[in-house]
């Protein structure tokens, strides 16, 4: 079982779960994206704490708080901060965080909430903001992929329930 089948509260066995494992190439892919957005081999200057708890804030952006626990749970293992907890929480930040970690938390802000939103304009704000354009593409792939899952995990918590 991955993630995706505990959230979505699919069962071993269950006609789902087979349909599912008819794709192996898109359970795995799925399992290693998430790996590779959270836990990349070169962070680019975005460490696996801080995109743990970007994924957990925009998981309850989505309204996903048990996909949200998840991401929190990785920030503990990485020792997150208070910084970190507060970007989490989707509360806020505290006064005294840096440019660099206020344009990580808007963008990942305005993508989740209203991608169309979402301009030149913007991804220049992350440049101004001191983000490389492997950081900005990175942050990208952050954001597409957690929104990819919480959606993942909603169509099949429909399809379990038709099921």
Known sequence: M?????????????ELYRIR????DYVEGTELCRQTVLEPGHGFGIGHAMRAALAARMARLIGRNDLARTYDLMVE????????????SAAGL?????????ALVRHADLVTKTPRNNTRADIERLEAAGLSNPQIIALSELIAFVNFEARVIVALEALELVA
């Open 77 to 88: 293992e990485a020792g997150g901060d208070e910084t970190l907890a507060a970007i989490a």
């Open 21 to 24: 494992r008819k794709r192996p």
């Open 94 to 102: 505290p006064a005294d965080a840096d440019i660099f970690t206020q």
């Open 2 to 14: 991955d993630q995706i089948d505990i959230l979505s509260g699919i069962k071993p066995g269950s």
